[in-house]
């Protein structure tokens, strides 16, 4: 999806409202309800009617009906006139082709003679008579040009005032370039440039880069200055880029960002408890806890920011809420596109479910994307699995991805890594463990060997569902998703079971998920705190993005901005693989300590952080 199809959307479902049966019965496709949406209301009135009838439409015969209809209004001196016009038209057209064409070609040719010229390795004569082909041959594209192009003869001060992104400018540097090579004057006081701009930084008086715009063929010259691939790098660079980050609850996105070499400058929570967790692990960050509708972002505008990320609110789409989108309190979606406009940062990504995909919203999407484009970006929307990255949970995010035109080009998703999957038994046996229940080993053998079928394919190695928070305990469909996959997931333990429980339970015990098990589940780190009680903290570990979601997004983001290539293999590695893991230990608290001075909470949170890198 991108934004050229947003306003599709919101236009299909406006105008095309009372007819959504006739056209689900008729299984029009969307190109039919494209043209459907964006004809005149007769030739709409006429398809729909035939389409009642039992025919089948296409975007091609609703064309020509449109075509038949404007047809019938002419009268036979306008018919006549048109279709004199419609020929010269298409032969104006042909003509103009075969120019393009034409100075295509020869401008190449002299990209090449330009090349070849080098007046240092020549002697006289051989510099002479190249010099002389490259005249004539820039004399013989001028009048083509002129033919294709049309003329463009002012001053060359007054091209460069032009707006860089406008044709007027390139077109008559390309002119002035191909004057000036017909009439000589070329390797002397500028070299093989307009003027001494080029001399400098500055490249875009060069004769190569003027002329190279109107032709299709890559100059020679460009190879020579082409750098050599480097290898991906296995290391972040020094520099830091800079975020604002949106809802950023508990900090799986924050974490996720940091470990890609991200630095934010403010992260807007607001959540009370999610904002001290944030403030306990990480002190030095700025959290600023409110209501982000309240927020004027132009403040960030000046300070360049490079990223903006957003956790939005995903319970509005959630299959599993209500669904009420727009309507719904909670919805921040068009927040988020106002916060891109009024910080016009060099990118942004927007995380949510899938289920904000779904037609209902579709008339919200299009004016959120709408929206972004109108702020001068383009925009990818990518799907990204936790369990590609080690994550061993059924997790599906949605993501969207903007940035201006140029960047956006080098935007590639990140990779994903499937051979990475983990599964409940991995991931939970030492803390399933940790207070004596000898069933533990079992039962996270019985989670590894388990066979799971996904999109009709077969794996072995049960998957936690998606984790949620939230009060009054868990849904009937919800548990027993949750119970086939051995665990009772009504509440929130205190603590890991123990045997006591087990032999109470008999043979049908299923052990219950504390706040850490969560935790781990949506791939934090065990030395990240949480702060709040035990319904608060599951909250903000159901809401969260899992960190190595966040890194490998950032690192993507990161690699368009600055021209890098990354080992995302090496990167996220340590961030996901089980088996590094140090089973049976004990697992650090989960709710923190009363927090003493800044100095005290940076120490002991350092020292939490050091001691999990160190064991895993």
């Known amino acids: 999806m991108d934004t050229a199809e947003a306003g599709t959307y919101l236009n299909v479902s406006k105008t095309l409202k009372e007819s959504e049966g006739l056209l689900r019965n008729a299984r029009a496709q969307f190109s039919a309800l494209k043209a459907l949406a964006t004809t005149d209301d007769q030739t709409r009135k006429e398809a729909l009617s035939r389409m009642r009838a039992g025919a089948t439409l296409g975007s091609k015969d609703i064309s020509a009906i449109r075509a038949r209809f404007r047809e019938n209004k002419l009268s036979n001196a306008e018919r006549s006139t048109r279709a004199a016009f419609k020929k010269s038209a298409n032969a104006a057209r042909r003509r103009a082709t075969e120019a393009v064409g034409d100075v295509d070609k020869k401008v190449a040719e002299l990209l090449t003679l330009l090349e070849r010229y080098q ?5 006289d004569a051989q510099r002479s ?3 002389a082909e490259i005249r004539c041959k820039a004399s013989a594209i001028l009048p083509i040009f002129t033919a294709a192009y049309g003329k463009h003869d002012q001053p060359l001060s007054d091209i460069l005032k032009l707006p860089r992104s406008g044709d007027a400018r390139y077109l008559g540097l390309a002119y002035t370039a191909i004057c000036a090579l017909a009439d000589g004057r070329f390797d002397g006081e500028y070299r093989f440039a307009l003027d001494n701009s080029s001399l400098g930084m500055q490249w875009e008086t060069h004769f190569q880069e003027c002329i190279q715009p109107v032709t299709s063929t890559v100059a020679p010259l460009t190879n020579d200055i082409l750098p050599e691939a480097k290898a991906p790098l296995t290391k972040l660079p020094k520099q830091k880029l800079t975020v604002v980050e949106l809802c950023a609850g508990a900090g799986g996105m924050s974490l996720g960002l940091e470990n890609a070499g991200f630095h934010p400058l403010a992260l807007f929570e607001f959540d009370k408890h999610a ?12 959290v600023v806890e409110g209501d982000i509708r309240r927020v004027d972002f132009t403040t960030y505008r000046s300070a360049g920011i490079d990223l903006v990320v957003g956790g939005l609110p995903c319970q509005p789409y959630s299959v599993d809420g209500k669904g009420l989108g727009k309507d719904d309190p909670r919805d921040l979606l068009l927040e988020g596109a106002r916060a891109v406009r009024e ?19 579709a008339d919200h999407l299009g004016n959120f994307l709408k929206q972004l484009k109108y702020s001068g970006y383009a925009v990818q929307v990518i799907r990204m699995e936790a369990e590609e990255y080690g994550v061993p949970q059924e997790r599906t995010r949605m993501l969207f991805v903007g940035m201006r035109r140029n960047s956006m080009a080098a935007f590639r998703a990140p990779p994903t890594f499937p051979e990475w999957r983990s599964n409940l038994g991995d991931i939970l046996e030492d803390l399933m463990a940790a207070n004596g229940w000898t069933g533990a080993r ?3 053998e019985a989670r590894r060997n388990q066979l799971v079928v996904h999109n009709g394919v077969e794996k072995r190695g049960a998957l936690a569902s998606t984790i949620v928070g939230r009060k009054g305990g868990s ?8 119970a086939a996959k051995g665990i009772d997931i009504a509440t929130v333990a205190d603590a890991a079971p123990t045997q006591e429980q087990a032999d109470k339970a008999a043979t049908g015990f299923l052990p219950q998920l504390t706040l850490r098990m969560r935790a781990r589940l949506q791939g934090f780190p065990d030395w990240w705190d949480f702060v709040g009680g035990r319904d608060s903290s599951a909250r903000q570990v159901g809401n969260a993005v899992p960190p190595v979601i966040g890194q490998a997004i950032g690192l993507a983001v990161r690699a368009a901005l600055t021209d890098k290539r990354f080992d995302y293999e090496s990167l996220l590695m340590r961030w996901v693989r089980p088996d590094e893991r140090v089973l049976v230990r004990e697992a650090p608290p989960l709710q923190p300590s009363d927090i003493g001075d800044d100095s005290t909470v940076m120490k002991d949170s350092a020292h939490r952080e050091s001691a999990w890198k160190t064991n895993a």
């Open 129 to 131: 008579a190249s010099h």
């Open 475 to 482: 849904r009937e469909k919800e548990a027993a998703r949750w």
């Open 442 to 444: 079992a039962w996270a």
């Open 275 to 286: 904002a001290a967790t944030l403030r306990l692990n990480r002190p030095l960050w700025n």
């Open 119 to 123: 007046p240092k390795r020549m002697n």
């Open 343 to 361: 910080i016009q940062p060099r990118a942004f990504v927007f995380e949510n479910v899938a289920g904000l995909l779904n037609a209902r919203h």
